[in-house]
């Protein structure tokens, strides 16, 4: 089992920054993949992007390229998402997850998050 906890959301306004952290605890964190996902209201739960176990590999939605960075600490069993230009349209609950491959695709993720709920104010 892998617990995660997620941390740093909040009210941002529009071209603001955020950075988001997920606190992994239970099996090796460093095995897992870790991805961020995000669920606007009435939307469905999208693939912002995913590292890989040993931080080399790095994966991101077209829509968040260049603005947004993955990163992760294995000593600190913590991954991050560093947003930076955050529009209206991306408000929604940020959910990290673990799974032993880099899949961009949420149903082949094992652990969740309860995810952190990011507003950004026009």
């Known amino acids: 089992q892998v617990q995660l906890v997620e941390s740093g959301g909040g009210l941002v306004q529009a071209g603001g920054s955020l950075r988001l952290s997920c606190a992994a605890s239970g099996r090796t964190f460093s095995w897992y993949a870790m991805g961020w996902f995000r669920q606007g209201t009435g939307r469905e739960r999208e693939f912002v992007a995913v590292i890989s176990g040993n931080g080399g590999v790095t994966t991101y939605a077209d829509s968040v390229k260049d603005r947004f960075t993955i990163s992760r600490d294995n000593a600190k069993n913590t991954v991050y998402l560093h947003m930076n230009s955050l529009q209206p349209e991306e408000a929604a609950v940020y959910y990290c997850?673990?799974?032993?491959?880099?899949?961009?695709?949420?149903?082949?993720?094992?652990?969740w998050g309860q995810g952190t709920q990011v507003t950004v104010s026009s």
């Open positions: 997850a673990a799974d032993r491959t880099t899949t961009t695709e949420a149903t082949a993720y094992d652990y």
